[in-house]
C-alpha cells in the first residue's frame, strides 16, 4: 500500500543523538518502519521497511538499526533523489555541519561545501566553527543555539 506518513502510529523515539529516527508503524497492514525526519536541510522522510524482529529489538532492548545514524547518510539519501537545499545565509548550516564532524571528524571542508551547499571558504569556516563548539562542548552536545561569527 501507499505509505502516508501520517497514518503511521510512532511508537518509539530515539533519543539525542539520533533524535530524528522513530519506529512507527502502519496501523492498516502493522508493517514496522524506520522513520528519518531530516527537515534541518531538504526537509523530507527517509523509511526503511523493518523486520518484526529489528521492531523488537526497538521495542524491548532499545536496539535500533544503524541505516540512519549518521546525519550526512540522511543528506546523501537526500541528494542522490534529486533534493539539494540552499541557506539563504550558510551560516545557518552550523547545528548540521556540527553533527556531520561531531559523527565523523575526519570530515573534509570539499565534503562539508558539498553535502550542505556552500561555498569552500563558507565550509572552512563553518568546518573550523563546528570543531571549536565541540572541543567546547563535546559531541553530543546538549543542544543549544550557537551565535556563529560573521565570515
Ligand atoms: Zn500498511
Known amino acids: ?4 506518513i501520517n497514518r503511521f502510529l510512532r511508537l518509539r523515539k530515539r533519543d539525542a543523538p539520533q533524535w530524528w529516527l522513530d519506529l512507527r508503524v502502519c496501523p492498516g497492514c502493522e508493517q514496522h518502519w524506520l522513520v528519518a ?4 536541510f531538504n526537509d523530507i522522510w527517509i523509511m526503511r521497511r523493518l523486520s518484526q524482529e529489528d521492531a523488537s529489538a526497538i521495542e524491548t532492548q ?3 538499526p544503524l541505516d540512519f545514524d549518521h546525519y550526512e ?4 539519501i537526500g541528494a ?5 537545499a540552499r541557506f539563504w545565509d550558510s551560516r ?18 570539499a565534503e562539508v561545501a558539498s553535502l550542505v551547499n556552500v561555498s569552500h571558504s ?4 563553518l568546518l ?3 570543531r571549536e563548539a565541540i572541543a567546547l562542548r563535546g559531541y553530543p552536545y546538549p543542544w543549544a543555539a550557537i551565535e556563529v561569527r560573521p565570515y
Open 73 to 76: 547518510t540522511l543528506i546523501r
Open 122 to 125: 563558507s565550509a572552512d569556516a
Open 92 to 109: 545557518e548550516a552550523i547545528h548540521i555541519v556540527i553533527d556531520l564532524v561531531g559523527q565523523r571528524a575526519s570530515i573534509s571542508a
Open 1 to 4: 500500500m501507499e505509505s502516508d
Open 62 to 64: 532499545n536496539r535500533w
Open 37 to 40: 525526519q531530516e527537515e534541518r
Open 128 to 130: 573550523s566553527q563546528a
Open 80 to 84: 542522490e533523489q534529486g533534493h539539494a
